[in-house]
């Protein structure tokens, strides 16, 4: 195993450091498009086994016949929330909570999907562990690959989306392009949220369901302490849009996140990563994430820190911290060869 030494240009104390002109330049094209396209949404549905699973995608206009395909950007949603209420959330009066919009509007083809047990996709009733996920993963990218004409693709994963998102990559190395890894937990030591999980293993392990009901959704915006930076209205636009599902959900990502860590070998990670990290994340420390990070084989690599975050980076007040880093990473220049 390679212990790759940080460089100290890797470690960015903001999302804004290390950012160039170059990005603005790449979007501003895209930006020309938006001015002039209206995001269109469309559902798929793809097999696992008897289970039906739900893609949701969303792009500037309609695909068109013989159009050059959009680099496409697939999004992993976590333990608690399904995925348009992750990645397509609608909040009148509080912001744009979409990041499906946001990066649809910069060019790229958005795809999420919800997990077996989890929103409009079916269920096996299993508990959905980290690697049942990697398998809905494994059906979903034959329908993505037939309706975008690519089989290569970015993926986005958060909290134990990371970890799915991660563990496909590793499984499946010639589909993923570029990987983002938000409130990844590698080992989980030293993790308040971690501990808490390990504390309750024997509640968690004796049902494949968990309880999540109003209560819980609003509590992922005070566990790590630090309540204010998220909108106070938030949680009423999360329940509005989860509890139509149900009050429970699946307890495997709880109960592998307690007691099955690490999931992801990174020395199996073979394509360029930006691991972001929010400085109040109660799921990891960065001396875990950054074990992780010193282990990544492709140099091409950054570990970026969010000031005045916690977990849930994509809900915060300052989540265009994260949108502007993801970009900075997907808009790279690709390295030359030596």
Known sequence: MTDHPVARRTVIKSAGLGIGAGLAARIAPARAQAASAEI???????????????????????PKTGEPPLPVLFLVHGSSLSARSSYDL?????????????????GFDVWTMDHDGYGYSGSSGSNS????????????????????????FHFFGESSGAIRVGAFAQAEPAR??????????????????????????????????RKRDAAMIRSIFTRDGHPTIYDSALGDALVAAEMKFGDTIPAGTYVDMAVNLPLVD???????????????????????????????????????????TAHSQGFSKNRQLLWYAMKNFLFAPVPAAS
């Not at 609608?90 to 910069?106: H, K």
């Open 40 to 62: 269109w949404s469309h559902d798929y549905w793809a097999q696992k086994g008897d289970v039906k699973l739900n893609l949701w995608r969303k792009r500037l206009g309609a």
């Open 176 to 209: 993923v392009d570029r990987l983002m890894l938000a409130a990844f937990t590698y080992k989980g030591e030293g993790a308040a949220e971690i501990q808490r999980r390990r504390d309750r293993i024997a509640e968690l392990k004796s049902s494949p369901r």
């Open 129 to 152: 562990d980290i690697m049942s996920g990697v398998e809905d993963l494994k059906a979903a990218m034959p329908v993505v690959a037939a309706e975008t004409s690519r089989g290569k």
């Open 266 to 308: 990174p020395t199996k990670v073979m394509c360029p990563v930006l691991m972001t990290r929010g400085e109040w994340d109660g799921n990891s420390t960065d001396s875990d994430l950054l074990e992780f990070f010193r282990q990544l084989p492709n140099g091409d690599r950054q570990y970026v820190i969010l000031p005045n």
């Open 90 to 106: 609608s909040a009148p009066g509080v912001g744009e909570y979409s990041m499906m919009d946001v990066f649809a509007r910069d």
